[in-house]
């Protein structure tokens, strides 16, 4: 086996001329650089050095042996200095996935400002609205919105998000607001990707188990039947809020909204992050503190970071 601290006494013994500009060097004494080399060439059975009181220097065999070593411990250090820009520079190609307009409308122009700041990065993003999964399909990050199941994932808050049911200010000209989670059975329901809606009852989260007319997976598509009259849609607040304001969207069954969701950054559990990832849920959390409906704000969120 070798003793690499043997060879790096030698060679730096050789750089700095002398064994106490070695000893400075590394940060040692004289005589602990004068024993490593001696130990040195004893495991080599080669005289390595000639020492006068004044001088050093290189055997024939010392020559041809630091050419080698030099080369050796350069390599050490710029695997150091390597490894040191990898921790601190994202590269290679991160990968993340997002439901398709929150992903269109605030993930997507955030990733474009990080990959303004790590030109040096690729970014593949897929918005979809199928739930991911986010390990086997080889995916670094994920945003997920509402209640997180239970899971290896980590998972830090970026933002808040509520749900309204909502329906037109012509749909409610022509049928009753309901008052009650019950009376939603006389209305139609228009659904999207699952078949209840989410309400927050004496403080807990109740599905209720709603039925319509009208299914889709596009949020878009779901609040353009809702602004057409067709019926009511529980939709998070960044459809929504706009329409609120103007008027053309009336909110109904306020106190059982559920308000205390949000939205969040996923990512696989792993001892050692990697700079892309690290780097980049640092910046979704500090751009995106705050309210979406509103537009990600540059400020940082305050809650901890929580484990899904």
């Given amino acids: ?160 998000r509520r749900e309204y049911v909502v329906g037109s200010a012509d749909y409610f000209r022509r049928h009753p607001c309901p008052h009650t989670l019950e009376e939603l059975a006389g209305h139609n329901c228009l659904l999207g990707s699952t078949d209840y809606w989410t309400f927050d009852v004496d403080g807990q989260h109740r599905h209720v188990r709603v039925h319509g007319n009208w299914r889709g997976n596009s949020g878009r598509a779901l609040l353009d039947g809702v602004r057409k009259g067709l019926g009511l849609a529980q939709l998070p607040d960044y459809y929504v809020r706009e329409h609120l304001d103007t008027g053309e969207l009336v909110s109904v069954l306020d106190p059982y909204a559920c308000t205390h969701t949000a939205v969040w950054v996923v990512y696989p559990r792993h001892r050692h992050l990697s700079p892309k990832v690290r780097q980049f849920v640092d910046f979704l959390v500090e751009r995106m503190a705050g309210d979406p409906a509103g537009g990600p704000r540059a400020r940082p969120v305050s809650e901890a970071d929580a484990e899904a």
Avoid at 108 to 115: E, I, R
Avoid at 131 to 136: K, L, M, P, Q, Y
Wanted: net charge negative.
């Fill in 1 to 160: 086996m070798q003793h690499w601290d043997r060879i790096e006494a030698f060679v730096e013994v050789v750089r700095r001329g002398s064994f106490a500009g070695a000893a400075r060097h590394l940060g040692v004494s004289s005589s602990h650089v004068s024993r490593l080399v001696a130990r040195l060439e004893t495991q080599l059975d080669t005289q390595l050095l000639y020492r006068t009181t004044r001088q050093l220097h290189l055997t024939d065999a010392g020559e041809v042996y630091f050419d080698h070593c030099a080369h050796v411990f350069d390599g050490f250090q710029e695997a150091l200095h390597a490894i040191g820009d990898y921790q601190q520079r994202p590269t290679g190609v991160l990968r993340l996935t997002c439901a398709a307009t929150f992903g269109e409308l605030y993930i997507a122009p955030l990733v474009n400002d990080f990959l303004l700041r790590h030109p040096q990065l690729t970014v593949h993003q897929e918005f979809t609205n199928r739930r991911v999964d986010i390990v086997s399909e080889g995916f670094d990050v994920g945003i997920r919105a509402g209640a997180l199941p239970d899971s290896s994932l980590i998972a830090r808050r970026l933002c808040s």
